[in-house]
């Protein structure tokens, strides 16, 4: 039943067979009466299978409260482009006024789950996608994790939340991190910025695509070789490798200094993401432990004499 007070910027409050019906109603709707199969995984939008006439459509209607830090058009512009890169899957619809999007279900994909991250040859894959990803053309918008760290800080201040003390001596150093990294010069890509496990989808053969792009937009180019590396614990013996699998060259202090301190920066921006959410969403998540989960090895990270390092190759 649809509640006397939709809102259609909001379709995730629908129940899936009134929100079907509201979808037939969007412009340019192309898949007429569907059945809607909720998809459990997700922790920003509601997702549903969609069961249309012509067989099955990936069904995404942002989650309440993502306007907040989600552009869909952008989101939707790179999920186009990344489908043109022959990295992630072909874009079916999207209506601006609710964000709802379809993209072309990915039949006898799996998602990916830690065994494949301990697997060097399936994260080696993993890098040969992103060296595809950044080679495409830039994005209409750019938003790296810098401007995300600021955004998220801003957000938090807004919010009113208080950071406990090694919170806040996480963001002191991290400003002199960002100042001087900013000032050392960026090289700028079309990015996909959420290295979540279930947006890599590995296919029945062996073909790789990268779902999800909410957070897409221009990023450093080793802002996401950094965060992989950086948040599944790879050691430096292992990094060396996949670095230069990605390079397709041997990586030079300066790159490899880049590369550990965007890793760092990739916690300190989903560490102050989670206190965000914890704030303002009411959903069944622990957004709170997921973000102290992240700025909690950042700091220990920031006082390393790595990161000191990493400072100086800048």
């Known amino acids: 039943m649809t509640p006397a007070t939709f809102d259609i910027t909001d379709m995730s409050a629908l ?20 059945r809607l199969d ?19 459509v990936f069904l995404k209607v942002p989650g309440p409260g993502t306007r907040a830090f989600i552009n869909w058009d952008v989101s939707t512009e790179a999920t186009r482009c990344a489908a043109e890169q022959g990295v ?23 998602s990916a789950g830690a065994a494949d991250f301990a697997d060097l040859d399936r994260v080696s894959e993993i890098f040969d996608l992103y060296r595809r ?3 495409g053309p830039l994005l ?8 995300m760290i600021d955004e998220h800080r801003g957000q938090l201040e807004g919010a009113s939340v208080t950071l406990e003390p090694y919170q806040r001596e996480v963001l002191d150093r991290w400003d002199t991190v960002q100042a001087a990294y900013v000032d050392a010069g960026l090289d700028l890509v079309p990015g996909h910025n959420d290295f979540n496990p279930p947006n890599y989808m590995f296919g029945p053969d062996g ?20 965060g992989i590396l950086t948040l599944f614990g790879y050691p430096q013996s292992v990094e060396h490798g996949l670095i230069s699998a990605y390079l397709g060259t041997e990586p030079n202090p300066g790159e490899l200094a880049r590369i550990h301190l965007s890793g760092i920066g990739a916690a300190v921006k989903w560490g102050l993401w989670g206190l965000y959410n914890a704030a303002v969403r009411d959903v069944d998540f622990d957004y709170d432990k997921y973000g102290a989960g992240m700025l909690a090895p ?15 190759q800048l």
């Open 88 to 110: 992630g899957p072909e874009l079916l619809y999207y209506d601006a006024t609710s964000g709802v999007q379809a993209t072309r279900f990915l039949d006898g994909y799996r």
């Open 38 to 56: 909720r998809v459990d995984d997700g922790i920003t939008n509601v997702n549903y299978f969609a069961h249309t006439a012509d067989g099955v």
């Open 140 to 147: 209409s918008t750019t938003k790296t994790v810098f401007d």
């Open 15 to 34: 129940e899936p067979q009134a929100l079907a019906s509201e979808l037939a109603n969007l412009p340019g709707w192309p898949f007429g009466p569907i």
């Open 133 to 135: 990803l950044h080679a």
């Open 298 to 312: 950042a700091h220990h990270w920031l006082k390393s004499d790595r990161a000191a390092w990493a400072m100086k």
């Open 207 to 226: 073909d790789l695509k990268l779902i999800d792009y909410d957070y897409a937009a221009n990023t450093d180019r080793y802002y996401e070789i950094g």
